[in-house]
């Protein structure tokens, strides 16, 4: 059954507009001319995204947003809104209101995009409540499809991060919530365009801040998943630096959770021995070199030894797919 975006305005227009614009999407698309109808539309139909005016008689779009959250929690809420509204957009999206907003008037393009965005955000969420590993690993394999320089990523940072697991000995429900927050590390790309994700040159800052939000997007979808505070930690902490300066919150040092920093070294490890658009592949004794020389800075020193200390051994090869493994017999 295709997913249902319901789009709320008070204009006729409008709503005859955004119609057209998605007729023969194969979306389902539903319209209201109140929040008040939208609110009983909400109360009989399971919908993806909901797209809602702010400024309308009766209740407002951010008011209709916080009655939603708690009648339908899965649906990603987009707010349209004229320049002159702007500032309670963004304060909406900081409070955690909104997932984007769209001003008015709109560009096609960017209205389809976002509308698509919100469905796999609504798809992602749906299927992390599974919370099974076959789903979990699914998943991310269905995120690298985004970007294909990362075939395989989530699977090596998985590998190098339970490496570090074994080797501090932490138990076994951490080992596997490490595994399943290597995973998913990376999942709130969901939310980054492909045209920036695959990018050959430098991005502008406002590309960079497009990017730097995926922790937060990712760590958002994780925990309204109910998935555990570990994986959370992982998503939304693994940009973060030792020594301070990382995203999204500048956390430092041992404040960061030692989840994230394990997986930020394995990460490290991945991305640097992996050609990249904008970086080609170390070989493992220059990334082994490139790790130590992130200590205290960007890595946690303590997981850093660790790792090279592992990947440094002789009995220790970097096979065809990427992952470093003990030779057979080994």
Same mark, same amino acid.
């Given at each position: 059954?295709?997913?249902?975006?319901?789009?709320?305005?008070?204009?006729?227009?409008?709503?005859?507009?955004?119609?057209?614009?998605?007729?023969?999407?194969?979306?389902?698309?539903?319209?209201?001319?109140?929040?008040?109808?939208?609110?009983?539309?909400?109360?009989?139909?399971?919908?993806?995204?909901?797209?809602?005016?702010?400024?309308?008689?009766?209740?407002?779009?951010?008011?209709?947003?916080?009655?939603?959250?708690?009648?339908?929690?899965?649906?990603?809420?987009?707010?349209?809104?004229? $320049?002159?509204?702007?500032?309670?957009?963004?304060?909406?999206?900081?409070?955690?209101?909104?997932?984007?907003?769209?001003?008015?008037?709109?560009?096609?393009?960017?209205?389809?995009?976002?509308?698509?965005?919100?469905?796999?955000? $609504?798809?992602?969420?749906?299927?992390?409540?599974?919370?099974?590993?076959?789903?979990?690993?699914?998943?991310?394999?269905?995120?690298?499809?985004?970007?294909?320089?990362?075939?395989?990523?989530?699977?090596?940072?998985?590998? $190098?991060?339970?490496?570090?697991?074994?080797?501090?000995?932490?138990?076994?429900?951490?080992?596997?919530?490490?595994?399943?927050?290597?995973?998913?590390?990376?999942?709130?790309?969901?939310?980054?365009?492909?045209?920036?994700?695959?990018?050959?040159?430098?991005?502008?800052?406002?590309?960079?801040?497009?990017?730097?939000?995926?922790?937060?997007?990712?760590?958002?979808?994780?925990?309204?998943?109910?998935?555990?505070?570990?994986?959370?930690?992982?998503?939304?902490?693994?940009?973060?630096?030792?020594?301070?300066?990382?995203?999204?919150?500048?956390?430092?040092?041992?404040?960061?959770?030692?989840?994230?920093?394990?997986?930020?070294?394995?990460?490290?490890?991945?991305?640097?021995?992996?050609?990249?658009?904008?970086?080609?592949?170390?070989?493992?004794?220059?990334?082994?070199?490139?790790?130590?020389?992130?200590?205290?800075?960007?890595?946690?020193?303590?997981?850093?030894?660790?790792?090279?200390?592992?990947?440094?051994?002789?009995?220790?090869?970097?096979?065809?797919?990427?992952?470093?493994?003990?030779?057979?017999?080994?």
């Amino acid at each position: 059954m295709p997913e249902r975006v319901l789009f709320v305005d008070d204009e006729e227009n409008i709503l005859n507009s955004v119609e057209r614009l998605f007729f023969g999407s194969g979306i389902r698309v539903l319209k209201a001319c109140s929040a008040r109808e939208a609110l009983s539309i909400l109360s009989r139909e399971d919908v993806a995204v909901l797209v809602s005016d702010n400024l309308m008689p009766g209740m407002k779009g951010i008011e209709l947003f916080s009655k939603a959250r708690d009648m339908s929690p899965d649906t990603v809420r987009v707010l349209m809104t004229a $320049y002159a509204d702007l500032e309670t957009a963004v304060d909406a999206i900081n409070r955690g209101e909104v997932f984007r907003f769209i001003v008015k008037p709109w560009e096609d393009d960017l209205l389809v995009t976002t509308v698509l965005d919100g469905i796999g955000r $609504y798809r992602l969420v749906r299927s992390l409540r599974k919370a099974d590993e076959a789903t979990l690993r699914s998943l991310a394999q269905a995120i690298e499809l985004k970007d294909p320089y990362t075939r395989g990523h989530c699977d090596r940072v998985a590998r $190098y991060a339970l490496m570090i697991a074994a080797a501090l000995d932490l138990d076994e429900r951490m080992r596997l919530d490490i595994e399943h927050g290597s995973w998913l590390h990376d999942c709130g790309k969901i939310g980054v365009p492909e045209s920036i994700l695959n990018y050959p040159g430098s991005l502008n800052e406002e590309e960079l801040e497009i990017v730097r939000k995926h922790p937060v997007w990712g760590a958002d979808v994780a925990r309204q998943a109910s998935l555990s505070e570990t994986i959370v930690n992982i998503i939304l902490y693994h940009h973060e630096r030792f020594g301070g300066g990382g995203y999204p919150t500048g956390m430092a040092g041992t404040d960061i959770p030692l989840e994230a920093r394990i997986v930020s070294v394995a990460d490290t490890f991945d991305a640097i021995t992996t050609d990249r658009p904008y970086l080609k592949a170390y070989e493992l004794k220059d990334a082994v070199n490139m790790l130590l020389s992130l200590r205290e800075t960007a890595l946690d020193p303590q997981m850093v030894d660790t790792f090279t200390a592992l990947v440094g051994k002789d009995d220790i090869w970097k096979s065809s797919d990427g992952i470093v493994e003990r030779e057979a017999g080994a």
